[in-house]
């Protein structure tokens, strides 16, 4: 059973970068045809895909985001990192990881989600 668990601080100061893991469990996130999402849900809003770190390591970012966001992996430890430049109040959201298989709409897998709140 894949198991995915994001990990970080809860509260960062406005115009600080953010960084976030998520440690899978269960699957190599280098098994083929996987993608590892990053999604954000502020509150009151709808989920925002953020981006993805492919099976072979190819990234993939949502144009809104794109100049702010960088990703990574750790192949030895099976885990990816988000990290989100120069936040702002409006990054407060739930973070979370998943998986998706290529060819599927669907996020098959998920983190239980952190809070990340940016304020003074």
């Known amino acids: 059973q894949v198991q995915l668990q994001e990990s970080g601080p809860g509260l960062v100061k406005p115009s600080q970068t953010l960084s976030l893991i998520c440690t899978v469990s269960?699957?190599?996130?280098?098994?083929?045809?996987?993608?590892w999402i990053w999604i954000r849900q502020p509150p009151g809003k709808g989920l925002e895909w953020i981006g993805a770190i492919g099976y072979s390591g190819t990234l993939y970012y949502s144009p809104s985001l794109k100049s702010r966001t960088s990703f990574s992996r750790d192949t030895s430890k099976n885990q990816f990192t988000l990290q989100l430049n120069s936040v702002t109040p409006e990054d407060t959201a739930v973070y979370y990881c998943?998986?998706?298989?290529?060819?599927?709409?669907?996020?098959?897998?998920w983190g239980q989600g952190t809070q990340v709140t940016v304020s003074f």
């Open positions: 269960g699957g190599s996130i280098t098994t083929d045809n996987y993608y």
């Open positions: 998943a998986r998706n298989q290529g060819g599927s709409l669907l996020y098959d897998h």
